[in-house]
């Protein structure tokens, strides 16, 4: 039995799980944790419960080498600012050399053994000459990893057509699949631009309602359909699916407004 915590080092990201070992770990702690990558800094969102935790032999599982202290925050916010150096220096190498990416984001581990840079980019890029120089620069490890758009506009944070800051970047861990068909079962527009998000793919929202959007147009009569009301047979000419409601005409022209719940579509009850 291995008493097992949940802990991030950035936001945004999905949990890790690291051995707490013995010791006594709440909610925002921070801790020191061992991984395979070296030392990283990080806080607690998963108090530890005790699990019988299986992994494959060549796979290290995080560990906790210690409750963080304030000299440990203090070096943390020094590596913070020797990141955005980093950034800085590697997207000036990058237009140096001339190499047709993006640079988004720059990690030091806790130890500063090894830095990781992370980069966008619309196909294969030779960066050795780039590996090379931040080498020279950094004086440590260097990594590169490429990521899709996604993660470029995760990493890259920004704010959204809705004018609130990407969801990707606060509180997304993952990305599920978005297809245009959500946007069809929602009757939005379907535009280019008015579809896309920050990445330029179809914006994640479009998922967010997609199942309730659903069930409304399941239970929503067609325009045109025959329905019955408690005023007797009616045409549906419009279908209100926020409201939950149905415009219909009746055979004198007139035109009424009823709840879903007040009208009985006349194609479910034959069957």
């Not at 980019?121 to 960066?127: A, T």
């Not at 998000?197 to 069930?215: H, K, M, S, T």
């Not at 000419?237 to 219909?248: C, D, F, N, W």
Request: aromatic share 8%; net charge positive; proline share 3%.
């Amino acid at each position: 039995m291995t008493r097992v915590v949940g802990v991030r080092w950035r936001t945004a990201d999905p949990i890790s799980f690291a051995d707490a070992g013995d010791y006594e770990l709440h909610r925002n702690n921070y801790v020191v944790l061992t991984t395979q990558r070296g030392r990283e800094f990080g806080w607690v969102v998963k108090e530890p419960q005790g699990l019988v935790m299986s992994q494959p032999d060549d796979e290290v599982l995080l560990t906790v080498l210690r409750k963080g202290t304030a000299s440990d925050f203090g070096r943390w916010q020094q590596i913070k600012e020797m990141e955005e150096d980093a950034f800085r220096l590697s997207r000036a190498k990058v237009r140096e050399l001339h190499l047709a990416m993006k640079i988004v984001e720059t990690h030091y581990t806790f130890d500063r053994s090894r830095m990781i840079v992370t980069y966008g980019s619309e196909g294969r890029v030779d960066f050795r000459p780039l590996l090379r120089e931040l080498g020279i620069a950094l004086r440590c490890r260097v990594e590169l990893k490429q990521v899709g758009d996604r993660d470029v506009a995760k990493l890259a944070g920004g704010i959204g057509k809705c004018g609130r800051v990407l969801c990707c970047a606060t509180w997304m861990t993952k990305f599920d699949a978005v297809g245009i068909r959500m946007a069809k079962e929602q009757a939005l527009p379907i535009s280019a631009d008015g579809l896309a998000g920050a990445c330029g793919r179809l914006r994640c929202c479009l998922r967010f309602e997609y199942e309730q959007y659903r069930e409304i147009n399941r239970s929503l009569p067609r325009v045109g359909e025959e329905i019955d009301t408690p005023n007797g047979l009616a045409t549906v000419i419009v279908g209100h699916r926020l409201e939950e409601t149905v415009s219909v005409r009746y055979s004198d022209d007139e035109v009424m407004k009823w709840s879903l719940t007040d009208v009985t579509r006349r194609e479910l009850r034959k069957h």
